[in-house]
């Protein structure tokens, strides 16, 4: 929350700011933890918490740390390329959004789902798209609800 609080304003990630802080190099540090995590015991509710909150931080952080999607290929580029290891596996800004927080969707401008059969990450996926995606999901555009974190309710 510290982190909202230092590098946003009224929900929306201060652009251009280099976050040349040591509270932003912990940050960077603790995001490796994500690499170990055991999810299997969350129940949807924390799942969809611990997911919408994981992809929010991520948008945040690559805001932060890259160059700021200015035209349409580069925001394709950034959702794609935009990622975290989590719990031994990749998942960029489109597999969370589109794999896991919309039960595997197609996103808009792709032919196929997000994960393939057979792709170990498919068991993350959640079993229905709750319709409160749409309130706190955070894409780094001006329609965007503000940055927030959500409890596991």
Known sequence: VNLLQEFTVDGRVRRGAV?????????????LQFQALDLSQLNFYEA????TNL?????M????SRNVPVNA?????????????VAGFDFSLDDIEHGVLRGNRRAPVALQKQFSS????????????DPRLHFVLHTS?????????????
């Open 48 to 51: 969809f918490s611990f997911w």
């Open 141 to 153: 555009a001006e329609s965007s609800p503000p940055l927030k974190w959500i409890p596991a309710t």
């Open 73 to 85: 290929n580069e925001r394709l580029r950034f959702f794609r390329t935009t990622r975290y290891r």
């Open 55 to 59: 992809y929010n931080l991520c948008v």
């Open 61 to 64: 952080h690559g805001l932060l």
């Open 118 to 129: 057979g792709d170990p990450r498919l068991k993350f996926v959640l079993p229905f798209e």
């Open 19 to 31: 976050p040349d802080t040591q509270q932003f190099a912990d940050f960077v540090l603790e995001t």
